[in-house]
């Protein structure tokens, strides 16, 4: 047995010495031929915004941004399921739309007629859409909708139909030859 000891440290000992002298080998590039052109340097354009995220749970990374929707309150997803009663007018789905948004109904006198209007039982479900779809839903395509985002108020008017003069009516009453 002691004959087989030196040599086997022997053997590692020569094992070691071959790998540190490999590591220390160096490759000389050949030469494939001219050298490419060197291009214009160009200002390195700007880093993306690093989004904050955090883990939640093994898998999920969140994103630390606020939804759109949080954003632009009138991209908001609504359902709302507007309470029977037998004088439900648009008036009240509006408001009761408008509950939990943020904004609150203007009281024009020229949005009076709407807001008297009896709610139709197709409107009493609505959703889910965008608190904007719903709005103009309710008030019906002769009503236009304006926001007023500094004062979060909804304020709705008449579509002002252009001008057409009565002959033009007239012609448009009456069957081509």
């Known amino acids: 047995m002691s004959a087989i000891r030196p040599t ?9 010495a071959a790998v540190l002298t490999s590591a220390c080998a160096t490759t000389v ?14 200002a390195m354009p700007a880093p993306p915004d690093i989004v904050p ?29 507007i309470p029977p009663t037998l004088d439900t007018n648009v008036g009240d789905a509006l408001r009761h739309v408008l509950l939990h948004s943020g904004y609150r109904l203007c009281d024009t006198p020229e949005a009076a007629t709407l807001y008297a209007f009896p709610l139709p039982a197709s409107h009493w479900r609505l959703g889910p859409m965008t608190l904007r779809n719903a709005l103009l839903m309710l008030a019906g395509p002769a009503w236009e909708l304006s926001v007023d985002e500094a004062s979060r108020q909804v304020c709705f008017k008449p579509v002002s139909v252009p001008d057409v003069p009565d002959a033009d009516i007239a012609k448009a009453g009456r069957p081509q030859p």
């Open 8 to 16: 086997r440290s022997l053997v590692n000992g020569l094992l070691i």
């Open 29 to 42: 590039a050949r030469d494939t031929g001219p050298a490419p052109r060197e291009l214009p340097s160009r």
């Open 53 to 81: 995220v955090t883990r939640q749970g093994r898998y999920t990374l969140l994103e630390l941004t606020p939804e759109p929707a949080q954003r632009h309150l009138m991209r908001q997803i609504v359902e709302v399921s």
